[in-house]
C-alpha cells in the first residue's frame, strides 16, 4: 500500500519463533528456524523476536545465527521497507538475561532487547513476591542496563490487561526514563474485550509521562477469541506496533495472527490510521511454511490462509462470484497468494516452467536453496508422469513441504552439532549439511481383508553405514505394521501423537500428504511411557513432525515417520535447547 500523509507506518512484530514456538508440541530445530526467519524477512517483517537466548547454549546459538545469517538480508525488502530486519531477543528483568540477549543479537545490523516483568497486582503479590515500589526499582534498573548495552529496547508489562492503569502509567513512565524506545501493552491472558483494550491503550497514550517519546505496541492473546480485534482496537486508538505470528500460533489458544491485522488495514485503508509495507502475496506460502514445520495445521476456515478462505459452495454465491467476483469476495484471492494462473504444469514442463510457477506461488528468490529446488522438481517429474491431469498448485506446495522437509532433516544432525560446539566455540558456524541418519530404501506391505497385516522394511542407516531389514505383523492394519517395524528397525520406542492423511487435489491419482507427530516413549525422568503420553498434550516433553507425499499414501506415512524419527534422533543426545517448558516465558 502506498503511505498517505496523515498516516503512520504500522510496524510488524512477529514473534512466531518464540512466543508461537510455544504452542503445545511445537519443536522446532535451528535450521527450520532460520528458515521461517528468512521467510518473514521476504514477507516483509519489521522485527523478529528470535527467541529467548538465555533458555540454554542451544537457543543462544539459534538466535545469534540468526542475528548473522538473517539480520543482513535486503531480498524482498529493497523498495516498500528500504532496511534490513531489526532482530530482538527475549529477557528478564534479570542482568544475565539481558546480556546473553545481547550478546545473541548483536550481531545484526538491526538489533534490540525486549525486557518484560509483571506488572499487575496478583503477579506482583503472588509470583514475584515483590512490592508495587520494588517493581519500580527493578524496571529503572534493568531497562537502564539494556539501554547501556543497546539503542533500541522494548519493555513490557506483563499481564497489563489486569494491571491497575494509574500505576501501570507510572511503571510506564519509568521505563521511558530509563531508556525503552517501545512500550508493548500485553493482554497476556486475553482477558480484555476491543473496548477495554482500546480505552487501556488510548490511557496510557494520554496519561502516561513521556508517551509522545515512544512507540507504543499491542500483544494480545486469543483465548476469548478476539486477538484480532484487539489488536486492531489497540491500533485505532494510538498503538502504532503490533506484535503478532504467523497463522496466530501460540500457547493456549494463540496469539494474533499477522495475516488477519494485515489484511485488516489493508482491506480498510480509510479505517486505521496507518499503513503497512508487507508483501501480502507472500501469505499462503509462508502459512503453509510454518503449518510445515511446526506441525500446527491451520483450520481450513481460517481467515486469509485457509483452505476453504476462498471456496463457495452456495448455489447463489457461485453464481454471483462467476457473474462478478467482488459479489462475495472482498479479497482477491491473488493478493494473499492463492492463485489461479493460466500456467498448467505437465510431464513436458522442464525447470524453467516449474521454476516461473514455483515463483507464482511465492517461492521466488532464496526461498528455496538450489538443493531444495533439485529435489522438489525430482519429486515434481516423477507425480507428473503419474498424473493423467495436470500437477495443481496444491500438488506444488506439497511437493516443496516435502522438499524442504528433507533437506531439514539433513542439517539437522549437522545443526545439532554445531550448536553443541558453538556453547564451547563461538566462532563455530559451519553449515555443512549431514546426511539424516535413516533413509526408506525398500517397503514391501501385505494386507487384505480376513488376513494379518504384515510389513517388510530396508532402513539405510547412515551412522553404521548399512542397510537393515526386519518386518512385522498387526493387528490394525498396514500401517501399524509399518511404523511397528521400523521402530524394530531404529530400537526406539515411540509415541505416535496424530496422523493425518490430506489429497492435495482431486481424483484417484492425487497426490497423499501425511504428517505425522511423533514423541519418545518414556520420558526421561521417569522412563515411563504412560506417564510419557500423560505429559504429551501438555508440551512436557519434545514432540516433532514428519511430512511427505507420495501418490502412494503408505509409502508417504513410512516416509514422514522416518522423517519425524531423524528430528528425533538429531535432536536427542547431542541437542543444547532448553526443553519446551524451561523456554516458555509469559507475556
Not at 374 to 393: H, N, S, Y
Not at 443 to 461: K, R, Y
Not at 556 to 584: G, I, P, Q, W
Request: aromatic content about 4%; charged content about 20%; some cysteine.
Amino acid at each position: 500500500m502506498s503511505p498517505t500523509p496523515q498516516k503512520d507506518k504500522l510496524i510488524i512484530f512477529d514473534t512466531t519463533l518464540r512466543d508461537g514456538e510455544q504452542s503445545p508440541g511445537v519443536t522446532l530445530n535451528t535450521e527450520e528456524k532460520i528458515e521461517i526467519a528468512k521467510q518473514l524477512s521476504r514477507l516483509g517483517v519489521d522485527i523478529i523476536e528470535a527467541g529467548f537466548p538465555v533458555a540454554s547454549p542451544g537457543d543462544f546459538n539459534a538466535v545469534q545465527r540468526i542475528a548473522r545469517e538473517v539480520g543482513p538480508l535486503m531480498e524482498g525488502r529493497e523498495q516498500g521497507v528500504g532496511q534490513p530486519m531489526v532482530i530482538c531477543g527475549l529477557a528478564r528483568c534479570v542482568e544475565k538475561d539481558i546480556r546473553t540477549a545481547f550478546d545473541a543479537i548483536k550481531d545484526a545490523p538491526r538489533h534490540r532487547i525486549h525486557v518484560f516483568l509483571a506488572t499487575s497486582d496478583i503477579h506482583l503479590e503472588h509470583k514475584l513476591k515483590i512490592t508495587r515500589e520494588q517493581c519500580k526499582q527493578q524496571i529503572a534498573q534493568m531497562v537502564g542496563l539494556a539501554k547501556s548495552l543497546c539503542a533500541d529496547i522494548e519493555f513490557s508489562p506483563e499481564d497489563a490487561g489486569r494491571s491497575d492503569p494509574a500505576f501501570l502509567c507510572e511503571a510506564l513512565a519509568v521505563a521511558i526514563e530509563a531508556g525503552a524506545t517501545t512500550l508493548n501493552i500485553p493482554d497476556t491472558v486475553g482477558y480484555n474485550s476491543p473496548a477495554q483494550y482500546g480505552s487501556l491503550i488510548k490511557h496510557l497514550c494520554e496519561n502516561t509521562v513521556g508517551a509522545d517519546k515512544v512507540t507504543f505496541s499491542t500483544h494480545c492473546h486469543n483465548d476469548l477469541g478476539l486477538a484480532t480485534a484487539n489488536t486492531l482496537a489497540g491500533v485505532a486508538n494510538g498503538a502504532r506496533q503490533v506484535e503478532v505470528t504467523i497463522n496466530g500460533i501460540g500457547e493456549r489458544a494463540g496469539n494474533t495472527a499477522l495475516e488477519e491485522v494485515v489484511m485488516n488495514v489493508h482491506t480498510h485503508p480509510g479505517a486505521y490510521p496507518v499503513f503497512h509495507t508487507i508483501n501480502t502475496r507472500l501469505f499462503f506460502a509462508t502459512s503453509r511454511m510454518v503449518e510445515d514445520l511446526s506441525g500446527m495445521a491451520v483450520q481450513a476456515n481460517k481467515a486469509i490462509v485457509g483452505r476453504n478462505a476462498f471456496l463457495h459452495e452456495s448455489g447463489i454465491h457461485q453464481d454471483g462470484v462467476l457473474k462478478n467476483k467482488q459479489t462475495y469476495e472482498i479479497i482477491r484471492p491473488e493478493d494473499v497468494g492463492v492463485t489461479s494462473g493460466n500456467l498448467a504444469l505437465g510431464k513436458h514442463s522442464g525447470r524453467h516452467a516449474f521454476k516461473t510457477k514455483l515463483e507464482e506461488l511465492g517461492y521466488a528468490g532464496a526461498a528455496l536453496s538450489d538443493a531444495q529446488f533439485q529435489a522438489a522438481f525430482g519429486k515434481f517429474k516423477q507425480l507428473a508422469d503419474a498424473k493423467k491431469t495436470g500437477v495443481t498448485d496444491g500438488d506444488l506446495h506439497a511437493l516443496v513441504a516435502d522438499a524442504r522437509g528433507s533437506s531439514g532433516i539433513a542439517a539437522a544432525a549437522a545443526a545439532a552439532e554445531e550448536e553443541a560446539a558453538a556453547a564451547a566455540d563461538e566462532s563455530s558456524s559451519s553449515n555443512s549439511a549431514h546426511p539424516p541418519r535413516f533413509t526408506l530404501k525398500q517397503m514391501q506391505v501385505f494386507t487384505g481383508i480376513g488376513v494379518t497385516p504384515t510389513a517388510t522394511v530396508t532402513l539405510h542407516d547412515a551412522v553404521e553405514a548399512a542397510d537393515r531389514t526386519d518386518a512385522a505383523l498387526a493387528a490394525n492394519g498396514p500401517i501399524e505394521a509399518v511404523f511397528s517395524v521400523i521402530q524394530r528397525i531404529t530400537g526406539l520406542a515411540i509415541d505416535l501423537l496424530s496422523f493425518n492423511v490430506s489429497a492435495t487435489s482431486e481424483g484417484q491419482e492425487t497426490l497423499g500428504k501425511v504428517a505425522v507427530r511423533i514423541a519418545r516413549a518414556g520420558d526421561g525422568d521417569s522412563g515411563n511411557a504412560a506417564d510419557s503420553a500423560a505429559l504429551a498434550p501438555s508440551g512436557a516433553v519434545p514432540k516433532f513432525s514428519g511430512l511427505a507425499t507420495n501418490v502412494d499414501i503408505i509409502t508417504a506415512s513410512a516416509n514422514a515417520y522416518v522423517a519425524a524419527l531423524n528430528r528425533l534422533v538429531a535432536h536427542d543426545a547431542r541437542d543444547t535447547r532448553a526443553s519446551h517448558k524451561d523456554r516458555n516465558v509469559d507475556i
